[in-house]
């Protein structure tokens, strides 16, 4: 069984600071791990992906993520917040050993303060 | 290049009818899922197709019915739509060769039941 907790269900931040949306997984094999986007009323885009290879990883618009075993996280960053980055962000493993299907979090709400 | 492409985007439905979202790739996936999404939640899996002709129940599958004659097409159906069937709908779709667990999304399909 699989399962993906993302902490916080709101972050705000001002523009120009530091994003940090955190997210903890629980998988039973090695997982391949996705950060979605989602802004309002738009389907969800991949912002980065891990699939054990190096464990930070650099996605789309400045983001990116690292992938800690230990610490069973997968915390995504952005050092500098811009407005377009409000959004719904959704942490998601995945099940390659079976129906390839996605778990996904119950999301994070970011918001961007002027 | 169209991607996954859902239609209708929004459907209002009375209690008891029945309808189709309809959910068509130009990829040439094997993966193909729905999924529903709740205010404040994650995705839900309905069903997923591994394939054309084999179909399986994901999480939520309950009055709902899918079909895969195509590689490209992966129909839903609601046969007695009921006001907890009330949610945005998205299509996705997965490539098994490039084995990654990205998911393609369509635009979603906002299902409202009066």
């Known amino acids: 069984a699989q399962s993906v907790t993302q902490l916080d269900s709101h972050v705000s931040v001002s523009e120009g600071t530091p994003v940090l949306l955190r997210c903890n997984y629980s998988?039973?094999?090695?997982?391949?791990l996705f950060w979605y986007v989602q802004h309002p009323n738009k389907g969800l885009q991949l912002l980065l992906k891990y699939t054990s290879a190096a464990t930070l990883v650099k996605g789309i618009n400045g983001f990116e993520a690292e992938f800690k075993k230990s610490e069973t996280s997968f915390h995504l960053t952005k050092p500098s917040a811009h407005m377009s980055d409000a959004a719904e962000y959704f942490c998601v493993v995945s099940d390659l050993a079976g129906r390839r299907a996605l778990t996904f979090g119950s999301g994070t709400r970011l918001q961007v303060q002027p | 290049n169209a991607g996954v492409t859902q239609t209708p985007k929004f459907r209002i439905l009375k209690i008891g009818q029945s309808m189709t979202l309809q959910c068509t790739q130009d990829m040439n996936h094997n993966y193909m899922y729905w999924y529903r999404q709740d205010p404040g939640m994650g995705l839900k899996l309905i069903y997923y197709?591994?394939?054309?002709?084999?179909?399986d129940k994901g999480e939520v599958p309950n009055g709902y019915n899918v079909s895969r004659s195509t590689t490209e097409d992966f129909p839903l159906r609601l046969e007695l739509a009921a006001p907890s069937q009330t949610s945005v709908y998205f299509c996705?779709?997965?490539?098994?060769?490039?084995?990654?667990?990205?998911?393609?999304f369509g635009e979603g399909s906002r299902l409202t039941v009066l």
């Open positions: 197709s591994v394939g054309a002709g084999i179909t």
């Open positions: 996705a779709s997965s490539d098994r060769v490039q084995n990654t667990g990205e998911l393609f």
């Open positions: 998988s039973s094999y090695s997982p391949s």
